[in-house]
């Protein structure tokens, strides 16, 4: 099922989904590509707020450098509330980092011997 729609229509807001390519006309519309069957591509403008369901190579995403992740690290983060015609949606109530990962043990040597020494740990966790 895809739940895309469904928010959007909750929500009361416009939306397209898979696209492939989109564009700002201006602040209040956007002009958004989609497939629309076989090579056939369909030219869509919507009126923004809106609920966009991507595809898969619709960005370039930009990853983070040393000193940017070092600047971001001691900023402090605002909490802020979602309005839509006047109504309040969602409000941010905090945000956590992701727990840290346990110990990681590598297991070496040749295939029958290294799934030997996997199922005794995995049955020594089992049993913790």
């Known amino acids: 099922m895809t739940c895309g729609p469904v928010i959007a229509e909750y929500l009361g807001i416009s939306h397209a989904s898979p696209v492939e390519k989109f564009e ?11 497939a629309a069957g076989g090579s056939t591509k369909e030219i869509v403008d919507i009126d923004l ?13 930009r990853y983070p450098t040393l000193p940017g992740k070092m600047k971001a690290k001691g900023t402090p983060v605002d909490a802020r509330t979602v309005v839509i015609s006047g109504e309040r949606v969602v409000t941010i109530r905090s945000y956590a980092t992701a727990p840290e990962r346990g110990v990681v043990t590598m297991i070496e040597g040749i295939p029958d011997v290294a799934a030997k020494k996997l199922i005794d ?8």
């Open 24 to 34: 700002m006309s201006d602040d209040k519309r956007a002009r958004v590509t989609r």
């Open 49 to 61: 707020p809106a609920l966009i369901g991507c595809e898969k190579g619709l960005c370039e995403p």
């Open 121 to 128: 740990a995995l049955e020594k966790e089992a049993l913790l």
